[in-house]
Antibody, heavy 119, light 106 residues
């Protein structure tokens, strides 16, 4: 079974940094594009970033561009989200998600990890 | 960047009803449009991709339609398990979601 397990969420002060990890199992990570999506509890889904299979192509939502960096280590079956210059409005549950094959959209999600930015 | 707009934000309906949710893209996305269902405390569940293709295991009462900038998700014969929040998402490049439509019990 496909499993995506996020970790690294925590309480951090504004301006601080955090690195999220997503451990993948049950499939070959190197074959799939991966994403981070966030959601403030009780609010809507917000796409954050994607990375292609070998890490050569990434993109970000305007709200995080220049502050967040997505990366992957296919040998460790893990993707990462480095979050710098955190703002109160970055507070959310962060989900790791996997694209489907053959140009299909996201078809698998992790359980999420909570990032709280507060002084 | 492409923006996705859903309507309505909330929809009140009864078991057995037919309901339709709309999604509009700010520019053409062809058929790169997906629909997801999310229940409280859970991750989203893919219902439809390529605008109209039902994901494996999804009941046939769900259907999708549209091309370019205008899309719809229809649930016929609404069941108790269908009361949830629904999101559209375009997936050609960046992946913005619509703001969501909550289907609640009338």
């Amino acid at each position: 079974d496909v499993q995506l397990v996020e970790s690294g969420g925590n309480l951090v002060q504004p301006g601080g940094s955090l690195r999220l990890s997503c451990a993948a199992s049950g499939f070959t990570l190197s074959s799939y594009w991966m994403h981070w999506v966030r959601q403030v509890p009780g609010k809507g889904l917000v796409w954050v970033s994607y990375i292609n299979t070998d890490g050569s192509r990434t993109d970000y939502a305007d709200s995080v561009k220049g502050r967040f960096t997505i990366s992957r280590d296919n040998a460790k079956s893990t993707i990462y989200l480095q979050m710098n210059s955190l703002r109160v409005e970055d507070t959310a549950v962060y989900y790791c998600a996997r694209d489907g094959i053959d140009s299909r959209p996201i078809d698998s999600w992790g359980q999420g990890t909570l990032v709280s930015v507060s002084s | 960047d492409i923006q996705m707009t859903q309507s309505p934000s909330t929809l009140s309906a009864s078991v057995g009803d037919r309901v339709t949710i709309s999604c509009r893209a700010s520019q053409s996305v062809g058929t790169y449009l997906a629909w997801y269902q999310q229940k409280p405390g859970k991750g989203p569940n893919l219902l439809i991709y390529h605008a109209s293709i039902l994901e494996s295991g999804v009941p046939s009462r769900f259907s999708g339609n549209g091309f370019g900038t205008e899309f719809t998700l229809t649930i016929s014969n609404l069941q108790p398990d269908d009361f949830a929040t629904y999101y559209c998402q375009q997936y050609d490049g960046c992946r913005p979601f619509g703001q969501g439509t909550k289907v609640e019990i009338k």
